[in-house]
């Protein structure tokens, strides 16, 4: 494989890395464990006579009734880790019903795991599980309420549904003793800020204490996540580096192709080489371009992402699983462990900006004991640009952390106000935060005040239009004319996507968007083969709402605000696939506007003298790009969490690009240094004239990558780095630019 890849003149290989088999250190023999003996008789039915030696210590760790969160590597035997305690637990008491909820982040992961988890109860006598989700048949619901499994599998959104709901599961679930949360990176973000307060509506419902147990393969924070998800102090057992197979590495850089063009060329390599194959890319919109280039050379290619409906996700999952797919592109959607038989292939579009993202793709990869291939496409974008300079250091970052923010004001409304159905709610229970969040339930006649805040009738529709907890802005369905809902978009990226002219990209066919307003996009179809794409065009204005925190950095006054950010589109770039020439600009016939609370930093950095308005606008502009690049590194954050406006006073604001705020903002405030320092290396090492891909242009900049300048901004990360300036004082002023 080695040789066809440096065979290749249409590319060059930047770094090689050979990852050898790697087994984790056996602990005491099963004989030795102190567990019933049915379980280790069970275990030595399965062939296994030692467990690994963090298993044996999260094993004891539960059993003395401590939180935990296991971190240990896909395949490692996690599961067993947190399950065998629970097991001998139950085995005291196994007529006490449902005793242990396993929540997954997916129905299609959790049902995965449930085989898992029947193969290791197949030899314990007694002791059952069952699955209750939203696919969960009413039949078996029923059967569940009336003889409940000691062992109940779900997920956070059914859990959040059903306590909200279903007084029937508020009961299965109040002599709960254990809950455990796999995949706990997952819930990083608004998502982690969900699950913190459905874990808290949990605790009110149960009886009796809650034992917590966490388990990750990546997460570089495991006490301060738990800690915030849970609520409890936790403890920690880390497994270690492991792998069953060999997995080669390899950086490739196109030379005579397009990124994309060279993902399709590595795919077809892997395809006729017999590997079964995993594209990953980060965006709906690549996944779909991608697909539609793929079929062109008649690869048998399907698309797995999110926006798509669940059973079309599933389709895909099963044909790949039978062997009916060559390969399939996906989003993040497919990174979680459900078992779509051996992988041997895993193609990155783009470098991962962390490694925590990189293993938990890669992981997929080799589980079964074989030789596996991880083929990453650098391209001309900074993050790639710093890999390219410095490949080793890629693989020898810490991993990166879990972000919560759990003052987040919309997603404290949601689940005050389910509290609020689920049972008699008091202010004296709640914290400073959510009796102000109360207070503005109640002004805004979502809730009545008295000594239990009631539930009002407009409160109860505002539940309504917001079951999911899988984000916290508006939900925009994606209609066509007949009405039918083809998929769903969230707002503010709903505006930039589904905006009056845009093309969206959905299931690998075109359509246009030709109307946009009071939560539906009305799209049409486009000719298959259409090769227009385009960028939206808009600005964003910050409003301080209030200041959360304030720190100083490299001499600079740092804070960390509330702010409230108006964000307008005003027009569109035509852009021609797959060249992306640019066709032509258009501007909206009517500005289209949202409005929305977030939180974020500002930094106020002064401008140096004698530079000109459209000099300090290109300079922080840039700034304000490099940043969010440098913050992709080494804070974790996704290319769309973070948002950035920039005033030619010198005023740079980096925001939670979600309303309410997700904690990226928060995390990247506490770790700013290494991000300026990391800016500065951006656009320092670039050897572009004042700008370009390698350095400062941003796929999401509202400018169409105007008013930029590179050297400019090396000039003034210079200064703050190295030098150190104190904070302007000055009121920002000029142009915003995004």
């Known amino acids: 494989m080695l040789e066809i890849l440096r065979s290749d003149s249409g590319h060059k290989i930047v770094y090689e890395y050979v990852e050898e088999r790697c087994e984790l250190p056996l602990g005491e023999a099963v004989r030795e464990l102190p567990l019933r003996e049915e379980i280790k008789r069970g275990l030595q039915r399965r062939g296994i006579e030692r467990l690994y030696e963090?298993?044996?210590?999260?094993?004891?760790?539960?059993?003395?009734?401590?939180?935990?969160?296991?971190?240990?590597?896909?395949?490692?035997?996690?599961?067993?880790?947190?399950?065998?305690?629970?097991?001998?637990?139950?085995?005291?008491?196994p007529y006490r019903g449902v005793q242990a909820l396993l929540l997954y982040p997916t129905k299609a992961l959790a049902r995965d795991q449930r085989q898992r988890i029947d193969e290791i109860l197949s030899a314990i006598f007694g002791i059952r599980c069952a699955i209750y989700d939203g696919d969960t048949p009413i039949r078996e619901r029923k059967a569940i309420f009336e003889n409940p499994p000691q062992i109940l599998v779900s997920n956070p959104d059914m859990l959040h549904v059903a306590l909200l709901h279903s007084r029937e599961f508020r009961r299965l679930v109040s002599n709960l003793k254990w809950v455990v949360l796999d995949d706990m990176h997952v819930y990083s973000g608004v998502l982690g800020a969900h699950v913190a307060y459905v874990v808290r509506r949990l605790k009110r419902i149960v009886r009796s204490r809650l034992q917590f147990v966490g388990a990750s393969a990546t997460v570089g924070n495991p006490e301060e996540a738990g800690a915030k998800i849970f609520g409890e102090e936790v403890e920690v057992v880390e497994a270690g580096r492991g792998r069953r197979g060999r997995v080669v590495h390899v950086f490739v850089k196109p030379l005579a192709r397009s990124r994309r063009a060279e993902v399709l060329r590595l795919l077809e390599i892997c395809i006729r080489e017999g590997l079964k194959t995993i594209v990953f890319v980060d965006s709906h919109r690549s996944a779909e371009l991608l697909k539609v280039m793929a079929s062109k050379r008649g690869l048998r290619v399907e698309v797995h992402r999110a926006g798509l409906l669940p059973e079309a996700r599933r389709r895909v999952e099963e044909r790949l699983k039978r062997g009916e797919l060559e390969a399939v592109v996906a989003t993040p959607t497919l990174e979680l462990g459900i078992d779509i038989g051996a992988l041997d292939a895993v193609i990155l579009h783009s470098i991962p900006p962390t490694l925590s993202k990189y293993v938990q793709r890669t992981g997929r990869a080799g589980r079964r004991g074989q030789t596996a291939y991880v083929l990453t496409v650098l391209g001309e974008d900074p993050i790639s640009a710093y890999y390219e300079r410095h490949p080793e250091e890629f693989f020898k970052q810490p991993l990166d952390p879990v972000f919560v923010e759990l003052e987040n004001e919309e997603i404290a409304k949601l689940h005050l106000l389910a509290m609020m159905l689920e049972g008699p709610l008091s202010p004296r229970d709640l914290g400073e935060f959510e009796k102000r969040v109360l207070e503005e339930l109640v002004k805004e006649k979502y809730a009545r005040a008295g000594k239990y805040v009631r539930i009002t009738k407009r409160g109860l529709a505002y539940l309504r239009e917001r079951r999911s907890i899988r984000g916290v802005g508006e939900v925009v369905k994606i209609v066509t004319k007949s009405g039918a809902v083809i998929g769903t978009r969230e707002m503010p990226m709903a505006l930039r996507e589904l905006h009056p002219g845009a093309v969206y990209l959905h299931g690998g066919s075109p359509y246009l968007s030709i109307e946009l307003r009071r939560g539906r996009a009305v799209v049409v179809p486009l000719p298959k083969d259409y090769d227009l794409v385009t960028y939206p065009l808009y600005y964003s204005i910050p409003s301080e709402l209030e200041v959360l925190d304030a720190g100083e950095v490299c001499g600079l006054e740092v804070k960390y605000l509330a702010l409230s950010l108006d964000e307008t589109v005003y027009g569109f770039v035509v852009k021609r696939f797959p060249t992306m020439e640019t066709v032509g600009e258009h501007v909206l016939g009517e500005e289209l506007s949202y409005s929305f609370k977030t939180k974020g930093i500002l930094l106020a950095i002064p401008p140096p003298s004698g530079w000109s308005p459209e000099d300090c606008a290109e300079a922080f502009h840039a700034v304000e790009h490099a940043l969010i690049s440098a913050a992709q590194m080494i804070v974790g954050a996704s290319q769309t969490d973070l948002g950035g406006v920039s005033y030619p006073s010198g005023h740079v604001y980096i925001y939670d690009s979600y309303p309410g705020g997700s904690g990226v903002s928060r995390t990247l405030m506490r770790r700013l240094r290494e991000v300026l320092e990391r800016a500065l290396e951006i656009v320092d090492k670039c050897n572009c004239a004042d700008g370009c891909p390698r350095c400062i242009y941003s796929p999401y900049c509202g400018n169409n990558n105007r008013y930029l300048s590179r050297r400019r901004a090396a000039e003034i990360l210079r200064l703050v780095v190295e030098e150190g300036v104190e904070g302007s004082r000055e009121p920002r002023s000029g142009r915003p630019l995004v």
């Open 54 to 93: 963090y298993q044996v210590e999260a094993l004891k760790r539960i059993l003395e009734g401590k939180n935990v969160v296991v971190v240990a590597g896909t395949g490692a035997g996690k599961t067993e880790a947190f399950l065998l305690p629970i097991l001998n637990e139950i085995l005291d008491e």
